[in-house]
C-alpha cells in the first residue's frame, strides 16, 4: 500500500479524503473527511512524534537517539504543539504567543556554541525584548 498523500503535487494545496473503502467486504463510503492534525505535520515533525512516543515521552532519551541537546527537544516538541493548534510553552497568561521565544533560543544556543560572546547575547537578548514591547 503506498503512503498517504497529503499535499497536491500541482499546487502544494492541503488534499481531503473523499473515499474510504474496507479492503474486507469492499464496502465503499463517499464523503468530505477531515484528516486527524497528526497528518497536517511536517514529515519531520512525524518523525519526532515517533521517536518521542517511543521513548515514552522521557526527554534524555530522545535526547540520546536523536543526538540533540535538551533545549533542541523542547524546542521541537513546542513546534510540535503549536503545529497542532495548540499554545506552545511561549504562551503567556492572558493566552497570547511570545514570538521572541525562538529568537531567544537560537541566541542561547549560538552562546553555548561560542558563536557569540556574553556581552553580544546579551544585547541580541535585549534587542528581541526590546523588539516585542
Known sequence: MRPIILKCPSCDGDL???RLKC?????????????????KLAPAQIDFVEVFVKNRGIIR??????GVSYPT????LDDVIRALGYPGKA?????????TAPRRRTVLADLK??????EEALAALNESRDQKD
Open 73 to 76: 527537544v523542547r524546542a521541537r
Open 91 to 99: 504562551a503567556a497568561e492572558d493566552g497570547s504567543v511570545d514570538e
Open 16 to 18: 481531503t479524503v473523499n
Open 113 to 118: 556554541a561560542g558563536k557569540l560572546s556574553p
Open 23 to 39: 479492503p474486507d467486504c469492499a464496502i465503499t463510503i463517499d464523503g468530505e473527511f477531515s484528516q486527524p492534525a497528526l497528518l
Open 61 to 66: 532519551e530522545v535526547e540520546r537517539e536523536l
